[in-house]
């Protein structure tokens, strides 16, 4: 239902395109244009150049690309003011008597538009300009779209304020990660200046290296016929995880009975993408099953596993394992035991390990909160834009403004 003083309209009727102000440049181009005026396509800034077309406030919606199709997770539209240049692959829409820019920024942030699509080819879609004038649009009063773009614009500034908290959280946990893991920063120890040197860089004089091989086993269990053990998955950013549970659907085969077993306590990592950071703690269930492109081991004493799996997810030994795949002996871009075993890691003592690993995981709780921060907020804001672009939720004008 239409709110009181409100309009139903199309784009073509109610906003300015002005499409005659892109500029179009490929790479090559924008190479010899270097400069500080930003070049916008159809999801964000390209390139910076050294003149500007456009000296305005304007919104740029795509004209063509993939992106259309996720428009949940991501906006479909931009906002700028001031000077800039848009590509020929958006459409730039300016201000009208009728429609504020901000205002179609947000009505069509996360709109989906694929009726109003066409194919341009395998997994690519054209949203063309006719299409865009025929896009309904609903408009307050000029002024009610100015508070209501003022309010989002507020929870916008606020969730990028805790987008950059979380971002430099996880910054200084890779670099803490490192420092400490590498015997660079000591909690009450040896002093770290005494060092001993090997092909895997410096270490405290009293660590050891060691070979992965030495300090765990591979295992190679398989699930017996009575087993009903979940089956997990291998991710880059949340590791082991149940995967009917992760994906909302079923990934696997239907036959399990190749499966390997993973107990808990265990290591699994993807044989072939280790080097993309597939490596995960198996602290889920008793046992899971994961798939046989998967290798399973287990640890030894001394090793604490917390301190171990911190290890091997950094980026350091993400480089160690791009190399080590490279090298292989099978050379079919995956790192199997025989090779994953031989490669080298740094053993402090048990004590220290576990330090260690207590102080990176306090380290993960912050990084971890700052990010659940992001998505309330994230979650609190779709919810209210939803109520304010339908007019559910009024914002209240001053009586000069509500006669505008």
Known sequence: MLPEGWMRSTVGEACAIKNNLRLPLNVEQRSELKGSYPYFGPTGVLDYINHYRIDEEFAVIGE??????????????????????????????????RCSPKWFYYWFMHRD????????????????KKALCN????????????????????????????????????????????????GRRRFGQADSSAVQESQYGPIPSDWRYVC????????????????????????????????????????????????????RGSFVYATNHIEEGS?????????????????????????????LHALLKTEHYRQIFAAATNASVDRRGSLRWRDFRAIKVPQPPLDEQQLIAGVLADARREVHLLQQQVTALEREKSALMSELLTGKRRVRLPTVEAAV
Request: aromatic share 10%; glycine share 6%; with cysteine.
């Open 64 to 97: 063509d690309g993939d992106h259309f199709l996720k428009y949940r997770e991501k906006p479909m539209t931009l906002h700028f003011s001031g000077k800039a240049n848009v590509n020929n692959h958006a459409h730039v829409i300016g201000a009208s008597t």
């Open 113 to 128: 538009l694929t009726p109003a699509l066409s194919r341009q080819g395998v997994g690519r879609y054209k949203l063309t």
């Open 135 to 182: 896009l309904e649009i609903w408009l307050p009063p000029l002024s009610e779209q100015r508070s209501i773009a003022q309010v989002l614009a507020t929870w916008d500034a606020a969730i990028e304020v805790s987008r950059r908290d979380a971002t430099a959280a996880k910054k200084q946990l890779d670099a803490l990660a490192y420092v400490v893991l590498m």
């Open 212 to 263: 992965i091989g030495d300090i765990a086993t591979e295992v190679s269990l398989r699930p017996g016929l009575q087993d009903a053990w979940p089956v997990l998955s291998c991710t880059k950013h949340d590791g082991l995880v149940d995967s009917l549970e992760y994906f909302k659907k079923r990934v696997f085969s239907e036959d399990t009975s190749k499966y390997k077993v993973a107990p």
């Open 279 to 307: 490596l995960g703690y198996q602290d889920l269930y008793d046992a899971g099953l994961v798939s046989p492109i998967y290798t399973v081991f287990r640890t030894e004493p001394p090793v604490c596993d917390a301190y």
